[in-house]
């Protein structure tokens, strides 16, 4: 079952502009995740903010949690070509178990 | 090279037959998670193993089975294998049970049964 969604499900954007990226989920969470996956390979962990935290940066992301909506957004500012790739967030409804995926947002940054 | 191994790399097999996909995990990490991910399911978790346990199930046929060994490698196992099985296959680790740590996962196996 699919626990995040995220939205929207595809975004082009021109290099050096920021991309926003929105994933809402159902139950309560421990902690939320976001993952990057370039075509066809593994997903590379990017970030992860608890559940008690509102904000989160690394780098060039900037993540956001908002328990009482049930909701998160991605930022990556000033994007470049090579953040083309496809987005997942990512939560653990209960703690210890297995981490459940959205169905991603497809970013396409063109130069 | 994430740290996690996957192999093989691809698949490609016929209707009915059964294979294995092995995974390493990133040396330290207890947990193993494999996971399917298909263009119209997306990212589908199938099961979860702790230091050689079964720690959690998801959306596992019973076609399928997996186990993990004393030296922390897995194996999951793919029998009487129908078109609908063919997908990318993805091993993860995470240090202990995954609390407030990310995953680590491997290149996957592409598994395409003709």
């Known amino acids: 079952s699919q626990q995040g969604e995220e939205d929207p499900q595809a975004l082009s954007i021109q290099e050096g502009e920021n991309a926003t990226m929105n994933c809402s989920y159902k139950t309560s969470i421990n902690n939320l995740q976001w993952y990057r996956q370039n075509s066809g390979r593994g997903l590379v962990h990017l970030i992860l903010?608890?559940?008690?935290?509102r904000e989160k940066h690394s780098g060039r992301l900037r993540v956001t949690l908002d328990t009482s909506k049930k909701s998160s957004s991605l930022l990556i500012t000033a994007s470049r070509a090579a953040d083309t790739a496809s987005y997942f967030c990512a939560t653990d409804p209960q703690a210890g178990t297995a981490l459940i995926f959205g169905k991603g947002t497809t970013l396409s940054v063109s130069s | 090279d994430s740290g996690v191994t996957q192999t093989p790399k691809h698949l490609i097999t016929a209707t009915g037959q059964r294979v294995t996909l092995r995974c390493s995990p990133r040396?330290?990490?207890?947990?193993v998670y494999w996971y399917q991910q298909s263009l119209d399911q997306g990212l589908q978790f199938l099961i979860q193993?702790?230091?050689?346990?079964?720690?959690a199930k998801g959306n596992i046929l019973e076609r399928f089975s997996a186990q993990q060994f004393p030296d922390l490698h897995s194996e999951l196992n793919l029998s009487s294998l129908e078109l609908g099985d063919s997908a990318l296959y993805f091993c993860?680790?995470?240090?202990?049970?995954?609390?407030?740590?990310?995953?680590?996962f491997g290149s996957g196996t592409r598994l395409t049964v003709v």
């Open positions: 993860a680790s995470s240090v202990a049970g995954q609390l407030n740590y990310g995953y680590t």
């Open positions: 903010i608890r559940s008690n935290e």
């Open positions: 040396s330290g990490d207890l947990s």
């Open positions: 193993y702790y230091n050689g346990e079964e720690r």
